[in-house]
């Protein structure tokens, strides 16, 4: 009966993913296909959660639905309403309309590609799964990794490696962020209820954010979802038309950025120094090390998320704040007149 | 007795959720709708969190709980607020 319930439920599941990614990509209205696509990252992490993957279920909540979500409608509601998908082509001439659908069959066909490879993927590995040795080898390994989480003993210590390119993709991510120019406008200044949470709720995000990267050692968590908190709670502040405050300045701003792959470098290269391998952890010393560059990857990431919902390079906080100033005598009447 | 209590609330809160979304597909305007989803699904998630909470045994997972519900309070009443707000504006501007 429990099982059987259980079967129910993971087809439901399965079903409303399809779904949900069915219907957010066949809409014309673009903010439906992104409001879609974040309800799309919600079911999908309680899809990880029931696979027994809570730390990808957290990352995919906040990163994958959360912090994208914003992304995508800030960048859909900084175009202007009613230039959706379908009209956008319309205007078009034919060359361009034909170039649009040859790209559109290409990311089709590639995609279906790559679902194919996948399926295989998973067929090989339910195949070979019961014997595969990694488990076995990261059970047996996990006294010395300095942590009990397996995941965090993976990500920093056994692989940490991929980790660190991850965070140098990250940085490169940003570089280029920092390519397109001078950040978006912000928003305006929030009325008294959201004004409200804001105050509460970005110190519970810190908080939360402090107490991710610490459990990560031993339960579900980690840099990545410590940074998404963080990189949320700027998102809010930002949202909540504070500019001034949510991202350190110039020279700070850069130490933050490079810091996890900084951090990284660091004690990769003092162990290398000192004769160990590259990133091999002494294992006494390993909890504190993995600690250090997590809260340094935190930081970094966190930057990285917030940079991407600015859109650009941020003003310099002393220009803002005139700005803001100057802005503050007009702000009533701006609010009133901003009609989407 | 424990196992009772839990599952009449959990079932309290999977009504209330239900009423929640019919609301939401079934009344005339926004107003109406938000005022049906917000109402009924936050207490849906109350008595679903104190049917959880009855079954943990650690007082700290209890607190994580709450602090959940204390969230989604907050935020579905901000955001109920904004849109709501945000209705008004674009009524009185056409």
């Known amino acids: ?340 | 007795m424990i196992n009772l209590l839990s599952a009449i609330l959990v079932l309290a809160g999977v009504f209330f959720y239900l009423a929640g979304s019919i609301g939401l597909l079934r009344l005339p305007d926004l107003y109406s709708r938000l005022h049906a989803l917000t109402k009924a699904d936050n207490l849906g998630l109350g008595l679903l969190i104190a049917g959880l909470a009855l079954h943990m045994q650690d007082v700290f997972i209890v607190l994580k709980l709450l602090l959940i519900w204390l969230a989604v309070l907050a935020a579905s009443a901000t955001s109920a607020h904004l849109i709501a707000r945000q209705a008004r504006r674009r009524e009185a501007g056409s």
């Open chain 1, 1 to 340: 009966m429990n099982t059987a319930s259980l079967l129910v439920f993971d087809a439901l599941l399965m079903l409303t993913l399809v779904g949900l990614a069915w219907a957010a990509l066949a809409g014309s209205d673009e903010r439906l296909s992104v409001i879609l696509f974040i309800a799309f990252g919600l079911v999908l992490a309680v899809a990880w959660a029931r696979l027994l993957a809570p730390d990808v279920a957290l990352a995919e909540a906040a990163i994958g639905a959360g912090l994208s979500g914003a992304l995508l409608l800030s960048a859909v509601g900084s175009r202007p309403r009613g230039a959706s998908r379908t009209r956008a082509s319309s205007m078009q001439n034919h060359t361009e309309e034909g170039n649009t659908r040859v790209l559109q069959w290409t990311i089709t066909l590639l995609c279906a590609a790559l679902a194919g490879i996948l399926a295989w993927a998973l067929l090989h590995a339910l195949d070979i799964g019961p014997t595969d040795m990694l488990p076995q080898a990261i059970s047996a390994n996990l006294a010395t990794s300095g942590v009990s989480n397996p995941v965090t003993a993976v990500l920093l210590n056994f692989r940490a490696y991929d980790t660190l390119l991850e965070l140098a993709v990250l940085l490169a991510a940003v570089l280029g962020i920092f390519a397109l120019g001078p950040a978006t406008p912000g928003y305006q200044p929030a009325g008294p209820v959201f004004d409200g949470l804001v105050r509460w709720l970005v110190p519970v995000l810190i908080l939360t954010a402090g107490y991710l990267l610490w459990v990560g050692a031993h339960a579900p968590g980690g840099a990545f979802q410590a940074g998404a908190m963080l990189a949320a709670a700027g998102v809010v502040l930002r949202l909540s038309g504070r500019s001034s405050i949510g991202l350190p300045n110039g020279l700070t701003l850069r130490i933050v950025m490079a810091a996890g792959v900084g951090m990284f470098l660091l004690v990769g290269l003092t162990l290398l120094v000192l004769g160990r391998p590259f990133l091999g952890y002494p294992p006494a010393w390993a909890g504190t090390l993995i600690l250090m560059i997590e809260t340094a990857a935190m930081l970094s990431i966190a930057a990285t998320l917030l940079l991407a919902f600015h859109g650009g390079r941020p003003k310099s906080h002393a220009l803002a704040a005139r700005t803001e100033s100057a802005n503050a005598a007009t702000s009533n009447t701006c609010n009133e007149e901003q009609t989407p």
